[in-house]
């Protein structure tokens, strides 16, 4: 006997969440049914993270897929996993999910093994039925007491997750029959007995102050009129009524407006002349190299402020019961926000719900928090009432936080034969985190208006959980020397938070534009010039796929043929320097405007959960990216958000839209990551690589719209 | 349906005569959602800009988010919802699931409506005509090839005869 205490140290090696909540029954039930009932801290954000755990969960349990339910996340019941955000919630949750279900199966085998009075090693499980080999005894698990299931998990040491299929598995995703067939499915389709509608009028820039507004105006069967402070909303009994009487407030409302913040600087840019934090990745000095360089080439990369741009607007439900707040939301945070919405309203947590339900894809801190603050105002004007709160396009577009605008200096010191021997990068940009609770703020936009206070400044995460603004600043090659600085810079002009990828977007384009500017310099093959400098065996790999599958030929620079107005470039990354890895080939023709035809991207997620949802991922992220790089920027007029509809703010459409070629790399050994993220970035940089194949010019600025291309030209 | 003279508005939706005094200014969207219960028809932009509303009118995809009441009235309406028979999907729903074509599916509903309406007045398109037909529908998802491929999928595979919409 040992004195250490085993369930401690077990607990030790447990998956990150499952350490948090390590009670199996908190992740699991087997109901009357037949089913097995999974819950989880992660909520569905449109990328079929729920297929992945269902997946899974059958894996290890022995089950047809068709009997695990994914249950909806709330704060009421099941583990709180935190955020679901970034590639994280993949690899967590599934790595969680697979130990308990592992340890579920081995538990239901040793009670079945007594029951049967059999040597639990002879058992095997088929769809849940445990029985012997020969079939001659079997009990199922929904026959077994599930009061087994009441205990702490015990880790890998116990039992550990069943190996890897040869094949990965390629599971159809289990929310897509609902939403094909028009069945309601999302928050916005949710429809409470006595439920009312409100709609919230913002004030026209950040920082106004409501002077006057005339509430008798607002016309008949609008139930409540909300002011306080800067917050305006309605609450009617019809939809389109409190539309209506939205824009009847919306017109009668006087706001003193800020000072102008013109000649603050280029509101498109972040500001450089304004406080910063110093952020340090790395600062690897290297004597021999530093005396080895000959030629230094400095270089700036920029993209503007993005709007996350979901097709369905932010969207909440609350109601009061006495000091009971119940919220349905899409939030990415159901803890966090339930956290934030007591402290604004002075009650305690335990008076607050927070259940998770379904919306429009969610690429980041969108404004689902804000709607929830909203709905949960305006529904205090309505005891008992549930309100529903659905966000204007205008607001969707122009009040939820925007992703930030960034720019990037680059500086690499060559040697003789032109190969990079120093390397340095500076990231400008504001914080990439103003969730709730990030900062010390409740991160909420209407409270804010109600107490008329200005969101404080975004943070970011810290480097640990992959940082923010300089995510992906550390190049993923072997310079021997290499310095890299954030400066976060402090503003509160525009409000910023996570949008998909975070800084990752604009530093791998930057690395990767000035590592393609740097091999023509010399003449090389840009695919030879990057891996003459790359070690990370799967990092070449991704690399060499991508180019033989897109048809690169090294001895011409890649292209196949040679027509006057076409390009071709590639680009690579291992998102956040520890996760999935990926590279991009594009194909571009530059008559106009710059046309992509075709991107081929080759990745590596380590072990593959569901084969289709990676592509699905791969191919989603990757026109997401083609759009953002072609099209997108956020327009500004001071403080003021001028793209507020599609035709201001325009996103890539059907026939613009390129083909997508992904091959993914199984490796069964590797941990499971994320692919939602990883192809943003090198996207970007295929693309203005593959331009400047095209034109010969470098465009270092985001988007690539045909003026910025006609100024490069001409330059 | 309301006789001749009375107020209200009389029209069809997915064959259902339906007649409602709701004041004609309303939205299509507004009826169909929460008069009516059929959810699967969705709100996007309000303006007619991003297809997550499109429903037929009279066979044409149209925007209901701003098409008032009384420009609907006498006119035949189908949704989403309407596309299906006895709950079975039509060809291009069906043809969506098997190419798994949707990540969040918020613009999935306007999408199936108007590529079934493609495929009813040009039963063989080109990638190019899909692309043409669905170009005023917008998703954020990046989801374009596989609903470009369950299309032209849905053209050609089994069935392509029997459910029109
Ligand atoms: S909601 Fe009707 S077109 Fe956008
Ligand atoms: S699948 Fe999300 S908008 Fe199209």
Redo the contacts between chains.
Sequence with gaps: MTTADPARSAADTLPPSLAANPRLSTWLDLSDTGHVLVRVGKVELGQGIWTALTQAAAEELGVDDSRVVVQPVSTAAGPAEGLTAGSLSVARSVAALRQVCAEVRALLIEVAAARLDADPAALVVRDGVVGTAAGDSAVSYWDLDADVLDRDARGPSWVRPAPAPADPPNPPRVDLPDKVLGRPRFLHDLHLPGQVWGRVVRPPVRAAHLSTVDTSLVGAHVIATVRQGDFLGVVAEREEVAIRAAAALADTAQWELPPNPAGTGDPAQPRRSAPADRIDVVNICDATAAVGVVTTVRATYTRPFLAHAAIGPSCAIARWAGSQLTVWSHSQGVYPLRAALAVVFGVPEQDVVVHHVEAAGSYGHNGADDAAFDAALLARAVPGRPVQVVWSRADELGSGPLGPAMAVDVEAGLDARGHVATWSVDVWSQGHVARPGYGGSHGLLGAAHRDRQVLPPSVDPPLAAGGGSVRNADPGYDFPARRVTGHRVVDTRVRTSSLRALGAFTNVFAIESLMDELSRRIGADPLEYRLAHLSDPRARAVLERAAELAGWRREQGGRDQAAADAGRGIAWARYKGTSGYCAVVADVEAVHEIRVTRLVIAADVGRIVSLDGVVNQLEGGAIQAASWTLLEQARLDGHRVTSTDWETYPILRFRAVPDVHVEVINRPDEPSVGAGEIAHGPTAAAIANAVRDALGVDVRDLPLTPERIVAALET | MAPEGSSGTALTVNGTPVHTS??PE??LL?LL??DL???????????G??G?CVVLVDGHPTPSCDLPLWAAAGRDVV???G??SEGC?NRV?RA??DE?A????????GI?VAATALLRDTPEPTADD???A???????????????RAVLAAATGPGQRHDDG
């Design positions: 709701v004041d309303t939205p507004y959602r929460n219960g059929l959810k699967g028809t969705r709100f996007g932009c309000g303006q800009l991003c997550a949704t989403v919802e596309l299906a999907p729903q969506v699931l798994q949707g990540q969040c599916g918020y613009c999935l509903s199936v899909v692309r043409t669905l170009e005023r529908h917008l998703c954020r998802c990046g989801t374009h090839h596989r609903i470009v």
